[in-house]
């Protein structure tokens, strides 16, 4: 997929693929592999799919032109041949498989709304899949369903689905009574492919979310607005961890768990009716924002109990604990993004930027979507406060 990305980079050859691709509605680039971000992987084989016909009919452009350079021509007979690999066909079906599940939570644990909350749902949800993919009881159906997609494609394509390749037996040797079985086709694909793809992303997910990771984030977890609605006590013993961790009072915690928990649904009941109420008697753009607040609230998060505990007195260690809950970062992504706008804000042309200068620029390239809400207006009116001569030049009377 890389390889596919640098030969289009050329110009003739994007034009070649941008003409392929005139009968369609959107025109679509080929997305680069080698990315850090882990979306760019999924982009590149979602991206490929979708224009699968457009480069195959861009390749054959290519060859078929007299005026075309060597490289380009041997490249794209290169590429043709790889593309027109079921092999090929069957292996992005794999990974659009794989992507469909990890791709969406990989996408919403980087959101800055996300708490450990949703966190611990998310990954939870997304480990059970990947377990049952590879339960022994649905693997095969599994296989089979992703054979028969990536089977119609290639037909759609005419493309051959018969897996090619020579059938290699070892050497037996002297005494020896055991004979190997030589896979080839598909039942290959399936046990050198497919199920070491499975096995190691269960293995990797169980490794970054060990069992002491996967305690604490239930225990976390107890504190959802979810839990509160639904759990009907909570011991001591049932957040250990959590609290020896962040050295809370495990017994005190409890109590008061159990005591906001009857006041949590009451009072949500009552916020609920109210927003309703609201809804009846408002048409406008307040009817979405309650809807909205109320979907927020329909899922596992740590806001809506601490709106309502700050509302509250006689609960310091829990108000305490969800306190410390929604301020603990879920991932490092925004820090990282921060790190690489400075790359593009600091480059060569301004080497000898000053340090007030440079931590300016990094705030607004990195909070954009703060600085897209406010007007040019406020901002020259803010400017010209800051000395009397621009104030004259800039302020009208």
């Known amino acids: 997929l890389e390889e596919l990305y640098v030969f289009f980079s050329g110009h003739k050859r994007n034009d070649a693929f941008m003409e392929a691709q005139k009968s369609t509605k959107y025109k679509h680039q080929l997305k680069r592999v080698v990315c850090t971000r882990w979306n760019s992987k999924q982009a590149a084989v979602e991206t ?32 043709s041949a790889r593309l027109r690999d079921f092999r090929f066909v069957l292996t992005l079906h794999i990974l659009k498989a794989i992507f469909q599940v990890a791709g969406p939570v990989s996408r919403q644990l980087q959101g800055v709304v996300v708490d450990l909350a949703m966190a611990a749902q998310l990954v939870t949800n997304c480990r059970e899949q990947f377990a049952f993919m590879r339960d022994s009881k649905h693997v095969d159906d599994v296989w089979q369903s992703l054979v028969q997609e990536a089977t119609n494609f290639a037909e759609t394509h005419e493309i051959n689905t018969v897996i090619v390749e020579r059938r290699k037996i070892r050497k037996r040797m002297d005494g020896e009574e055991s004979r190997d079985e030589a896979m080839t086709g598909l039942h290959r694909m399936k046990v050198e492919v497919f199920i070491p793809v499975l096995d190691e992303i269960c293995a990797q997910m169980n490794d970054r979310f060990c069992d002491e990771q996967a305690q604490l984030l239930q225990e976390i977890s107890l504190f959802s607005s979810g839990n509160l609605r639904r759990r009907p006590q909570l011991q001591a013993s049932n957040i250990r961890i959590l609290c020896s961790t962040y050295n809370f009072d495990a017994e005190a915690v409890a109590v008061e768990y159990a005591e906001f928990r009857s006041a949590y649904k009451t009072l949500e009941g009552q916020i609920s009716n109210t927003s309703q109420l609201a809804n009846s008697e408002n048409n406008n753009s307040d009817t979405i924002d309650t809807s909205v607040d109320q979907g927020r609230a329909s899922l596992n998060n740590f806001l809506s109990p601490l709106q309502l505990l700050s509302q509250l007195t006689g609960y310091p260690h829990l108000l305490r604990v969800y306190w410390t809950l929604l301020t603990l970062p879920v991932t490092s992504c925004s820090a990282e993004r921060a790190l690489s706008k400075l790359r593009i804000v600091k480059n060569r042309l301004r080497s000898t930027m000053s340090d007030p200068w440079l931590k300016s620029l990094m705030i607004l390239a990195a909070e954009k979507d703060l600085v897209d809400k406010l007007s040019n207006d406020a901002i020259i009116d803010c400017f010209a406060q800051s000395s009397n001569s621009l104030k004259q030049l800039l302020l009208f009377r």
Request: proline share 0%; glycine share 10%; with cysteine.
């Open 48 to 79: 490929t799919l979708t224009c699968f016909g457009a480069i195959l009919s861009a390749i054959a452009y290519l060859t078929s032109e007299d005026d075309m350079d060597s490289a380009t021509i041997s490249g794209a007979l290169g590429i």
